[in-house]
């Protein structure tokens, strides 16, 4: 599942958003457990802010709103991870696919944080 690094903190306005997210994990180890058994892996991928068209996009949109560039708001959303950038969409589809593959095949039950080091769980 392509799940939301919203279920790992809190923010004013987010709380319906973060309880259908946490439902989903809760629902990902559910279905682990109940799966395990025949082989089925269930994980759960978590990505925050996703650097491409879509958030640059809207990034564009609150430079023009407050007045400033889309490297300044960029620059200010990145600051709080480790990395001091925001994973790539190929950097998300990267850890889905790895999820996916054999490569994880002792993997199950599990949500795997991309977001550059933003927040840990």
Avoid at 9 to 29: E, F, V
Avoid at 76 to 88: M, N, Q
């Amino acid at each position: 599942n392509v799940n939301s690094m919203v279920v790992r903190h809190s923010q004013a306005k987010y709380g319906a958003y973060k309880m259908a997210k946490s439902a989903l994990l809760a629902m990902s180890q559910s279905l682990a457990t109940e799966l395990g058994e025949q082989g089925i892996r269930v994980n759960s991928v978590l990505p925050g802010y996703i650097w491409g068209s879509t958030l640059e996009s809207y990034f564009n949109h609150q430079a023009g709103k407050y007045g400033t560039t889309v490297d300044e708001i960029y620059k200010a959303t990145a600051a709080a991870s480790d990395l001091k950038r925001l994973p790539t969409e190929n950097e998300v589809a990267s850890a889905i696919l790895f999820m996916a593959s054999d490569l994880s095949s002792g993997i199950t039950g599990q949500a795997l944080d991309v977001n550059c080091g933003e927040y840990k769980a």
